[in-house]
């Protein structure tokens, strides 16, 4: 069983479009993450919400917003999609925040066109 | 930004140890030193961490030197399986830094057959 999964795996759109990407994790753990890796490979933190509470925000546009509808989800919600959104978006999860080990899910390819 | 540093790329021949290098110079007294990494088109997954000690775990082995300004992460035996970016993160578990991981390039390891 997938312990962090992402739908969908690819996403292709228009510019300006909204779409957004799910994230569920079946671990059971209370902290869940959103990171972003673009073209260049680096790999930044977007936001972490734990126990369904915002705990990190950082520096992301508002035009993107994360909703935890429970513990075990947190999506990734994307208005009036840009070029610059183009990239690979990753969830995580720990059992706790500060936890050693995060867990990542298999990603989400966006594409904007 | 990252707080380290690490050579863009190593090769290793199969079977052999690999040993990657990551200088954390600026490291303070609170900040462990984590290791990730990638596998092509997958998430991180998580390595190994330390403080101070070296450790040791079913996957490699982390030596930090006394000083704690660097450390190396040693694959005893590497396979054609351990090709992948690794990532040598510092991380302050104290506070909000606690719940994010700050990926800098990592180093991409190649293991040739």
């Known amino acids: 069983d997938t312990a962090v999964s992402q739908t969908p795996k690819y996403l292709v759109t228009q510019m300006g479009n909204d779409k957004s990407i799910k994230c569920e994790q079946n671990l059971g753990h209370d902290t869940m993450y959103w990171y972003k890796q673009d073209s260049k490979k680096f790999l930044k933190i977007m936001f972490s919400?734990?126990?369904?509470?915002?705990?990190i925000n950082e520096t992301v546009p508002n035009r993107f917003s994360p909703k935890s509808p429970d513990k075990a989800h947190l999506n990734l919600h994307i208005n009036s999609l840009e070029l610059g959104d183009s990239a690979v978006y990753f969830c995580?999860?720990?059992?706790?925040?500060?936890?050693?080990?995060?867990?990542f899910g298999p990603g989400t390819r966006l594409t904007v066109l | 930004d990252a707080k380290t540093t690490q050579p863009p790329s190593m090769d290793c021949a199969e079977g052999r140890a690999a040993n990657l290098p990551c200088n954390h110079s600026t490291i303070s007294g609170n900040e462990y030193v984590y290791w990730y990494r990638q596998i092509h088109s997958q998430g991180p997954q998580y390595i190994i961490h330390g403080l101070k000690n070296n450790e040791t775990n079913e996957m490699a082995s982390l030596i930090i030197t006394e000083d704690r300004k660097s450390s190396t992460l040693i694959l005893p035996h590497a396979t054609l399986r351990d090709t992948a970016v690794y990532y040598c993160i510092v991380r302050d578990l104290s506070g909000a830094g606690s719940y994010q991981l700050t990926f800098g390039k990592g180093t991409k390891l190649s293991v040739i057959p």
């Open positions: 919400y734990n126990n369904k509470e915002l705990i």
């Open positions: 995580a999860s720990t059992r706790l925040a500060g936890d050693n080990e995060q867990f």
